[in-house]
C-alpha cells in the first residue's frame, strides 16, 4: 500500500492521528469499532449496557486470543487504560475524560463507572487498542494512577513486541518508513485475505500515483482532486470515495510573537483579524476551483447531517467587511504571515493565500511533510496552519473537546489547541455538552458551542472533503470516513 504519510510510532496509544490509529488497527482492536459511517460497532465487547448513566457493563468476546497465545480477558482492557493514563503526553488521554474508575469484574465482563453521564464513553473507547496485560497483572483503572506497572515503552511497540489481537502481527517497522505486516491466522474475526502488508510511504502525490499505476503497490490513499479523473481512466484501476466528513480549518496560533504587528504584538491574537481572514475567503470558489466533486464550502465546523451542525450558521465572503475589520484593528495595509502546509493542500493553500493578498495580508506559504505537522503545531513554530479533522464520533463534540477547550495534559482535554485559544463561556458549554446524554440537547449545546466558534475563530472552517482511494481494478475497498486505510478491509473482487 502506498500511502501519504505512516506512523511515527507503533505504540497504538501515543498520539490519535490517522498515520497512528491505521498501524494500531491492523495490529490491534478495540472494545468497539467505528464502521465505515463513525457508527459504533462490537469488536473485542461483543456487547454493552447502561445503568443509570454512570455505570457502563462491556461483555468481554470470548475465546479471543492475542498474537502470544494468550487470552483475551477484561483485565487486559483495564491494563490498556491504564498504560494511557502513564504514558505522558497521551494524544488519546481525552477519550478517557470521565472515567472514575474501570473494574474486571470477572475474566469477560469489564464495570466503567464515570463521575458524570458520558454518552460518548462507547464511542471514546474507539480509539484505545486493546494491549495483553503481563501475566499475574491486577489493577484498577483510577484516573490518579494504576498501581504498578510494568509498562511497556514505545520501542517495545516498535520492535513488535507487545501483543495484541488484531488481524496482523508487526513483522518489521521504521520510523516514517516501511512497514511490513503478517497474516494472524488464529484471528478471531474475518481472517484477512493476504498474507503479508507492506505500507510504503509516498508523500509526493505524484510519486505516489505512478507508483500505482506502474504496478509497484496495489492500492494508494489520498488521492488528490487533480488525480481523480486521470486514474478513474486508467483500465486496470478503479476509485473510491467516503462521505465529507473530513473537514479542512485554518488553525490560528494567537501566541505572542507568532506574527509581528507594528506594535509587537501579534494581530491574529485580535479576534477582528481573523474575522478578517474569515471573510476574506470565498470557500464556494475555492472548492469549485480546487477540488471538484470532492468538496463543498465549509461554512462551519460540521458537515451537515453531524450532532452540532447548526442550518442557521454561515462565514459570508465579504471583502469590504474584511477590510474595515483590519482597519479598526490597526491593519488597514495588511501585514505578513506564515502559512504551514502539506502538500496535498498546496492548491488550497495558494488559494487561501492570494484571497488574503487581496485584503493586504501578505502570506509566505511553508510547506512541510505530512508527519511534521503535530511536531510543528506541538513546538507553536507556525502561525496559520492547514489541517483537517474527522470528528470520529459523527459530532462536534469531539472537535470541540481536542481544539477548543483548554490544553490539560492530566484529563486530557484540549490536546490539539496548541493555538492557546481560551473562552471561559466555551469551556462551560463543552463540559456540558460532554456530560448530557438527550441527544437532542446536546446537539443544542454544541451548536451554541459552534457559535461562539465563529465568532472567536480559532480555527477558521473553509471546506468539507472526501477522501478518496485507488487501487487495483480486481480489488474491493469500501472507502472509509475516518481515512483509515486497513489492509483487512481490502478484498479481491468477487
Not at 462507547?122 to 499475574?136: C, F, K
Request: glycine share 10%; aromatic share 8%.
Amino acid at each position: 500500500m502506498g500511502l501519504e504519510s505512516v506512523a511515527s510510532t507503533a505504540d497504538p496509544h501515543a498520539y490519535s492521528h490517522v498515520d497512528g490509529r491505521t498501524l494500531a488497527f491492523h495490529q490491534f482492536d478495540p472494545l468497539v469499532a467505528n464502521d465505515t459511517h463513525l457508527q459504533p460497532v462490537p469488536a473485542l465487547a461483543a456487547s454493552w449496557s447502561v445503568e443509570n448513566e454512570l455505570r457502563w457493563t462491556f461483555n468481554i468476546r470470548p475465546g479471543v486470543r492475542f498474537h502470544n497465545g494468550k487470552e483475551l480477558t477484561a483485565t487486559d482492557a483495564v491494563y490498556s487504560l491504564c498504560r494511557i493514563a502513564h504514558l505522558p503526553g497521551s494524544g488519546l488521554l481525552g477519550s478517557l475524560q470521565g472515567i472514575a474508575s474501570a473494574t474486571a469484574k470477572d475474566r469477560l465482563t469489564l464495570v466503567v463507572e464515570t463521575d458524570v453521564p458520558a454518552p460518548l464513553l462507547a464511542r471514546n473507547l474507539a480509539n484505545i487498542a486493546i494491549i495483553a496485560s503481563p501475566p499475574g497483572w491486577e489493577g484498577q483503572y483510577h484516573p490518579d494512577g494504576c498501581g504498578t506497572g510494568p509498562w511497556p515503552d514505545g520501542a517495545s511497540f516498535d520492535k513488535g513486541q507487545v501483543a495484541g489481537t488484531g488481524p496482523y502481527r508487526l513483522k518489521s517497522f521504521t520510523r516514517n518508513g516501511e512497514t511490513t505486516l503478517a497474516r494472524f491466522d488464529g484471528y478471531w474475526g474475518e481472517v484477512p485475505a493476504w498474507e503479508t502488508v507492506t505500507m510504503l510511504p509516498f508523500p509526493d502525490p505524484g510519486a505516489r500515483n505512478r507508483s500505482l499505476v506502474r504496478g509497484m503497490v496495489d492500492l494508494v490513499n489520498q488521492v488528490s482532486a487533480e488525480s481523480m479523473a486521470f486514474l478513474s481512466e486508467q483500465s486496470r484501476l478503479r476509485v473510491e470515495a467516503s462521505t465529507r466528513a473530513r473537514s479542512i480549518f485554518i488553525g490560528v496560533n494567537l501566541s505572542p510573537g507568532t506574527t509581528t504587528g507594528k506594535d509587537g504584538g501579534n494581530p491574529l491574537s485580535d479576534v477582528r483579524v481573523r474575522q478578517a481572514i474569515s471573510l476574506a475567503i470565498d470557500r464556494k470558489a475555492l472548492s469549485d476551483r480546487l477540488m471538484p466533486g470532492m468538496s463543498g464550502p465549509a461554512y462551519q465546523f460540521m458537515p451537515e447531517g453531524m450532532l452540532g451542525y447548526d442550518p442557521g450558521a454561515t462565514s459570508p465572503f465579504n471583502i469590504a467587511q474584511a477590510r474595515k475589520l483590519l482597519a479598526e484593528a490597526g491593519f488597514a495595509n495588511g501585514f505578513d504571515t506564515t502559512l504551514t502546509a502539506v502538500e496535498p493542500f498546496a492548491r488550497v493553500a495558494e488559494g487561501v493565500s492570494r484571497y488574503l493578498a487581496a485584503v493586504g495580508i501578505r502570506v509566505q506559504i511553508r510547506f512541510v511533510r505530512p508527519g511534521e505537522v503535530v511536531d510543528i503545531m506541538s513546538r507553536r513554530d507556525y502561525a496559520l496552519v492547514l489541517v483537517s479533522s474527522v470528528p470520529l464520533t459523527g459530532e462536534f463534540s469531539t472537535i470541540a473537546r481536542e481544539v477548543f477547550a483548554p490544553m490539560d495534559p492530566a484529563s486530557g482535554m484540549g490536546m490539539q489547541n496548541f493555538g492557546g485559544y481560551f473562552n471561559d463561556q466555551m469551556n462551560v458549554l463543552i463540559m456540558k455538552a460532554l456530560a448530557t446524554t438527550d441527544t437532542e440537547v446536546r446537539g443544542r449545546l454544541l451548536q451554541q458551542i459552534t457559535a461562539i466558534g465563529l465568532q472567536d475563530l480559532p480555527f477558521i472552517p473553509l471546506l468539507h472533503v472526501s477522501r478518496a482511494w485507488a487501487m487495483r481494478k480486481d480489488l474491493r475497498f469500501q472507502a472509509r470516513a475516518d481515512g483509515h486505510t486497513l489492509a483487512q478491509h481490502v478484498r479481491p473482487a468477487e
